[in-house]
C-alpha cells in the first residue's frame, strides 16, 4: 500500500531548540494532517492544512501544505519536555468511499531538558 | 466527552483463540475505520466503514473481519488469532462529506498472541 516518506525518523534535542520535520508522497492528497501520539494513547490532531499552500499556526506549531500538494512539513519552536513523543503526517483524500487517510512513518521526538 | 472508546485495552491471547474488539463513538459519525499501528510503521488502515451496515476492506484486512449493526459501533475480530496480528490498535471516526473532517481516534488496544 502508499506510504508517506516522513523524515526524520527520529530527534534528539534540547529544550528551547527548534525542530522541523517533514513528509513527502508521490501521490496528491486533498487535505494534510499533523497528529501527535503520547505513550498509551491514540494519535490527536494538531494541524489540519486543506489549501495547497496553506501554512497554518497552532501555538508554537507552524505546518504548510506544499504548492504541489504532495509533500508538507511541521515546524516546532522553542521546544519544550511536553513536546516529546510521535509525530504523524497523514494525506488524507475524500470521496463517496470514506476519508481515507494514508499515514507516514512517524517522527519520534526526544527532548532533553 | 468520550469521543472515541475501545475496549478492551489490553489482551493477551493464545493462537488460535478469537476474540472482539469493541470502538464506540457518541459524536454521531458516519464513517468508521479500524488501524493497526506496528513499531517503526505509521497506521495501517484494516477495514472501514461509511455508515451503518457497509464495510470495506483497507489495506491489509486478511484475518480480520468487522461488523457495524449499529451506528455507534463498530466491530473488530479475529477468528483464529496469529502471532503476526500482536499489534496496537486504533479505531478512528470521522464525520460524512469532503473536507475539514479530520478523524477522530481512541486511545488504541494493545493485543498480544502468544
Known amino acids: 500500500g502508499q506510504q508517506l516518506n516522513q523524515s526524520p525518523q527520529s530527534m534528539f534535542i534540547q529544550e528551547g531548540e527548534d525542530v522541523s520535520m517533514n513528509c513527502t508522497s508521490s501521490?496528491?492528497?486533498?487535505?494534510w494532517l499533523w497528529y501527535k501520539q503520547d505513550p498509551g494513547e491514540g494519535p490527536v490532531l494538531l494541524i489540519a492544512?486543506?489549501?495547497?499552500?496553506e501554512l497554518t499556526s497552532n501555538g508554537r506549531l507552524t505546518a504548510q501544505f506544499g504548492i504541489t500538494r504532495k509533500d508538507s512539513f511541521l515546524n516546532i519552536s522553542a521546544s519544550i519536555p511536553s513536546d516529546v513523543g510521535i509525530y504523524f503526517c497523514?494525506?488524507?483524500?475524500?470521496?463517496?468511499?470514506?476519508?481515507?487517510?494514508?499515514f507516514g512513518g512517524g517522527t519520534r521526538l526526544m527532548v532533553k531538558p | 466527552n468520550a469521543g472515541v472508546t475501545q475496549t478492551p485495552k489490553f489482551r493477551v491471547l493464545k493462537t488460535g483463540q478469537s476474540m472482539t474488539l469493541l470502538c464506540a463513538q457518541d459524536?454521531?459519525?458516519?464513517?468508521m475505520y479500524w488501524y493497526r499501528q506496528d513499531p517503526g510503521m505509521g497506521l495501517r488502515l484494516i477495514h472501514y466503514?461509511?455508515?451503518?451496515?457497509?464495510?470495506a476492506k483497507g489495506e491489509v484486512p486478511d484475518g480480520y473481519n468487522v461488523s457495524r449493526l449499529k451506528k455507534q459501533n463498530f466491530l473488530l475480530g479475529l477468528e483464529s488469532a496469529a502471532p503476526s496480528q500482536t499489534s496496537v490498535y486504533f479505531c478512528?471516526?470521522?464525520?460524512?462529506?469532503?473536507?475539514?473532517?479530520?478523524?477522530?481516534f481512541g486511545d488504541g488496544t494493545r493485543l498480544s498472541i502468544l
Open positions: 497523514a494525506g488524507q483524500l475524500y470521496n463517496n468511499a470514506g476519508n481515507m487517510l494514508t
Open positions: 501521490s496528491i492528497f486533498n487535505t
Open positions: 466503514s461509511v455508515g451503518e451496515g457497509t464495510t
Open positions: 459524536m454521531n459519525h458516519e464513517y
Open positions: 492544512l486543506y489549501k495547497a499552500g
Open positions: 478512528a471516526s470521522s464525520p460524512r462529506g469532503q473536507g475539514n473532517q479530520p478523524q477522530h
